[in-house]
């Protein structure tokens, strides 16, 4: 065994050390292996970002109450009546001013984006001082709060990033609307920072939603303990409500882009094709070009087996460096990019490609595919190919 191992290693040498003899070829499949990588982690880092802002903007111990059927809030109604219900009810926590509860307006205004000067949705809410509070990570991170009663918002730093016109000081105009912005918000990357935020009462009376909102929030005596809520709607007839904790209503649409990671995955398999038909053709060209060196090496009795694992292992060095080379692109140009998508209530979501080791593992395996499966039949010939033949062919 242990003299197997070292004529594969002297094979392994000796094939990576005529490399710079197809110098360019060798760099053609690096370089191929390099792009579908690349293109890999950047669909996949997409995805990967997408979710994490949605999860992170959730809470185990904030509940949010819509319309039973609705998947999102923009399609939901709810009304006073059904607030005052929610409020008064066993499992919702208390504090000095009465029940934490936040009854909210999410409509649909245009925003102008930086990147393409198209207009495109951009979510205002309608929040009271129980609404900023149980939302326990927001920070100010430019001017003030807006006052309650007045034309006044705060926007997240997602919104300012990625759209015109919404710096402090600014005037803005929704419809017949003029609103002014006092302040900019943080809430840690997650989604909030992609909506801006009004007077609750403001918004009923610009809009004409009289005494209706779209969700209801509650922060729950019980971390995750929606059992004394569900009752509650289950025993009252006019709650005709669906509860869930934040952090499950965001993780299920953060999933919406999950599609991205797949079409990633399609992709990337079409190209690895392309880059596999390249390397199959470097490494027949390699063992060709070493057919003597083969044959000189099994006359002095190298084994078979030590041609087949030192070609596979010459295969599996350029894929991998090629791999290394694609996840070093990737991060350098897509680690931390923003960027915007559709949401699942048709408004725009600001997030950031986001880069993980778990991805760069999946294009590491990817790039280790490729490496295997264009060295393994060249390898097949290099271990099969007839003493006199290598030397007739290398002559």
């Known amino acids: 065994m242990g003299s197997l191992i070292a004529q594969i290693v002297s094979v392994t040498l000796m094939n990576l050390g005529s490399l710079r003899r197809r110098l360019w070829m060798s760099l053609a499949m690096v370089l191929a292996s390099a792009v579908v990588v690349a293109i890999l982690l950047a669909f996949l880092a997409m995805a990967k970002g997408f979710e994490e802002t949605m999860r992170g903007a959730g809470s185990s111990q904030i509940a949010i109450l819509m319309r039973e059927g609705s998947s999102t809030e923009l399609n939901s109604v709810v009304l006073q009546d059904q607030v005052n219900l929610i409020g008064a009810s066993a499992g919702v926590a208390q504090d000095s001013s009465g029940p934490m509860i936040s009854p909210e307006l999410y409509v649909i205004v245009d925003g102008i984006k930086k990147s393409s000067g198209t207009e495109a949705n951009i979510p205002l809410r309608g929040l009271n001082k129980a609404g900023m509070d149980m939302r326990t990570n927001m920070r100010l991170v ?22 015109d016109g919404f710096e402090i000081g600014r005037t803005v105009r929704f419809g017949k609307n003029l609103w002014t912005v006092v302040g900019v918000f943080a809430t840690g990357g997650n989604i909030f920072e992609s909506e801006l935020w009004a007077d609750i009462n403001i918004i009923q009376s610009h809009y004409n939603r009289g005494n209706s909102y779209q969700s209801i929030r509650v922060k729950l005596d019980n971390d995750g303990d929606l059992g004394p809520l569900q009752k509650t709607i289950e025993r009252e007839p006019r709650l005709n409500l669906e509860g869930q904790t934040e952090r499950d209503y965001f993780a299920s649409q953060g999933k919406q882009l999950q599609y991205i990671a797949v079409f990633g995955w399609i992709i990337s398999a079409i190209m690895a094709l392309g880059a596999l038909a390249g390397a199959l053709n470097t490494m027949y060209t390699s063992v060709a070009d070493r057919a003597r060196e083969i044959a000189t090496l099994r006359a002095l009795g190298f084994s078979s087996v030590s041609a087949f694992c030192g070609t596979i292992a010459e295969a599996l060095v350029l894929a991998v460096a090629g791999g290394l080379l694609g996840s070093l692109a990737a991060f ?7 960027t915007s998508t559709l949401g699942g209530s048709f ?49």
């Open 142 to 163: 430019e001017g003030r709060l807006f006052t309650p009663g007045t034309n006044e918002m705060v926007v997240g730093e997602g919104v300012l990033r990625e759209f």
């Open 332 to 338: 350098g140009f897509f680690d931390g990019l923003n």
């Open 347 to 395: 408004t725009q979501v600001v997030f950031s490609f986001e880069m993980s080791p778990e991805l760069f593992l999946q294009g590491a395996i990817l790039a280790l595919v490729i490496g295997f499966v264009s060295g393994f039949f060249p390898a097949w010939r290099a271990a099969r190919m007839p003493v006199i033949v290598a030397f007739r062919h290398g002559a």
